[in-house]
């Protein structure tokens, strides 16, 4: 059974830094492309970064790119999401994705989601 | 970037009824298009990929289809689990994008 579950959420100051992870199992984490998206209370979903098996190409949504880093460590079967500089509309919770490609590109299997509340 | 506009944002309906639920992207998009379902509190869930294709153990009251730039989600016979949010996402080039969900409410 896929199981991805995020952790690092919580509170933090305007301008902060957080580094969120995703710990996955159940399979062969090295062989997907991965992915973060959030969602604000009581909005909608939000997508902001991909990242390829190898971690040799990297997409982001404009408004995070250069805030946000996403990485991985295959042999630990993790993924992360560095995010620096952090704004009150960065409060969401953060769900990490896998990705599989089906004739077409989905996001197949979800973490639960771990929440990230920017506020001084 | 790929603009995807969802309607509507909510609607009510009754066990048993037919639903409906669309998307419009800005662009043509191919087959790059998925549904999901999210219940309240809970992350989203898979439901159609490449516009029309059922994810493994869902219901087959749900059924996808469009081709271009529309797209539809249709279930069937309402029951009552299917009372949640939905959202469309495209994935056919960066930034990949959602719609901005339909509430299916009672």
Not at chain 2, 50 to 64: E, H
Request: hydrophobic share 30%.
């Amino acid at each position: 059974e896929v199981q991805l579950v995020e952790s690092g959420g919580g509170l933090v100051q305007p301008g902060g830094s957080l580094r969120l992870s995703c710990e996955a199992s159940g399979f062969t984490f090295s062989s997907y492309w991965m992915s973060w998206v959030r969602q604000a209370p009581g909005k909608g979903l939000e997508w902001l970064a991909n990242m390829k098996h190898d971690g040799s190409e990297i997409y982001y949504m404009s408004s995070v790119k250069g805030r946000f880093t996403i990485s991985r460590d295959n042999a630990k079967s993790s993924l992360y999401l560095q995010m620096n500089g952090l704004r009150a509309e960065d409060t969401a919770v953060y769900y990490c994705g896998r990705l599989e490609y089906r004739s077409a590109w989905c996001q197949d299997s979800w973490g639960q989601g771990t929440l990230v509340t920017v506020s001084s | 970037d790929i603009q995807v506009t969802q309607s509507p944002s909510s609607l009510s309906a009754s066990v048993g009824d037919r639903v409906t639920i669309t998307c419009r992207a800005s662009q043509i998009i191919g087959s790059s298009f998925n549904w999901y379902q999210q219940r309240p509190g809970k992350a989203p869930k898979l439901l159609i990929y490449t516009v029309s294709a059922l994810q493994g153990g869902v219901p087959s009251r749900f059924s996808g289809s469009g081709s271009g730039t529309d797209f539809t989600l249709t279930i069937s016979s309402l029951q009552p689990e299917d009372f949640a949010t939905y959202y469309c996402l495209q994935t056919y080039s960066a930034p990949w994008t959602f719609g901005q969900g339909t509430k299916v409410e009672i």
